[in-house]
């Protein structure tokens, strides 16, 4: 390209990005089309386009269509999020769900709800720096002349261990008003989301995404351990300070505006790599995979239970539970657990 820039391309893996891209805005009319007041997918699109009546103009730019770019941008930020600490740890269990930074984020958040009795702002802000501080602490703890993946999982499953128990004390610390928030909260659920979660949610998106798909070479190169990185010039410990910096960011962003939505971030990097059938982090796909899953898993939870809507982080944690076992089954008979 003009000024030497050079991109990689594969046929296979532009084609699967774009199907995901094209489900993704699919299944977002089809859900933006769902609910008490139904409207049917052409005049969703046409009300997009701004060709809608009254009615609908305030149902889809008022009510869903926020939801909906929510769920999208959750859902790429927790699936680009586990695609660089699964490629970072060399381990598909390499996740944010397993190795403590939701649940730092849980611990953040719960704190200002039960201690603090903040407000949705407030409890926002305490789920970044719970998530950040837990990041950098697992980080610290697992570095012994660098970090090494099977390290810092193990260091991550521990620290995830201990969150986990300090998320129970804030329970039994609160009121019956606090403990029925925070367990609400720590479901995970879209439900309510509006532009003022959305516009925060889009700007460190804006920033931290194009970061991280620039260093998706290095990362690639990491796969193959340090000595090989080195030795094909990637500066290793800076490549692996942004990438977690960036990644821990946009997981505790998507954890603030839409509460701990688990197993996102475990299986859409998975999901990915085999509808790609490439080696490498698969960024791309691996954040669009992550945008559908949670679109879908949401329509799940709203339409698919009758009149008893339930938060997506049921359907995700059901799923993913499943998945979860699936994926250690096929590690074990591989022979690599």
């Known amino acids: 390209m003009p000024g030497g820039l050079s991109v990689r391309v594969e046929p296979r893996g532009l084609g699967v990005a774009l199907g995901l891209l094209l489900v993704t805005l699919a299944a977002g009319v089809v859900l933006i089309g769902s609910g008490d007041f139904p409207i049917a997918p052409a005049d969703v ?27 999208i941008l959750v859902g790429a930020g927790l699936g680009l999020g586990g695609a660089v600490f699964q490629s970072l740890t060399r381990n598909p269990l390499g996740s944010p769900d397993m190795i403590g930074f939701g649940q730092g984020a849980t611990v953040g958040a719960l704190t200002v709800i ?19 501080l837990t990041g950098a602490a697992v980080y610290l703890l697992a570095w012994k002349r660098g970090v090494h993946g099977f390290r810092l999982v193990l260091v991550g499953i521990g620290v995830a261990a201990m969150l986990t128990a300090v998320i129970h004390y804030l329970i039994t610390k609160a009121n019956l008003v606090d ?16 532009w003022t979660q959305f516009w925060p ?5 804006c920033a931290l995404v194009p970061v991280v798909l620039a260093y998706g070479r290095p990362l690639r190169m990491l796969e193959m351990g340090d000595d090989a990185a080195y030795a094909l010039g990637v500066k290793v410990e800076r490549t ?11 997981v505790s962003v998507a954890t603030a505006a839409a509460g701990p939505i688990t ?14 059938r490439s080696p490498g982090p698969n960024l791309a796909s691996s ?21 008893r809507q339930l938060p997506v982080g ?23 657990i």
């Open 287 to 307: 954040m669009l995979t992550g945008a559908a899953l949670l679109l879908v898993a949401d329509w799940t939870a709203t339409n698919a239970f009758g009149e």
């Open 263 to 276: 197993f996102v971030a475990l299986s859409a990097p998975q999901v990915a790599r085999r509808l790609t």
């Open 179 to 194: 403990a029925t928030r925070a367990t609400v909260w720590m479901t995970g659920s879209l439900e309510g989301r509006d």
């Open 240 to 250: 692996r300070v942004a990438l977690t910096a960036s990644a821990v960011l946009l």
């Open 201 to 205: 949610l889009l700007v460190v998106s």
């Open 45 to 71: 699109v046409a009300t997009l386009l701004g060709d809608g009546t009254a009615v609908q103009e305030f149902v889809v730019q008022e009510l869903r269509l926020p939801r909906v770019l929510v769920a």
């Open 314 to 336: 049921v359907v995700t944690g059901v799923v993913g539970g499943v998945y979860l076992l699936w994926l250690l089954v096929t590690e074990r008979k591989a022979g690599r």
């Open 114 to 132: 039960v201690l603090f009795d903040g407000d949705a702002t407030a409890v926002s802000a305490g789920a970044v720096v719970g998530g950040l």
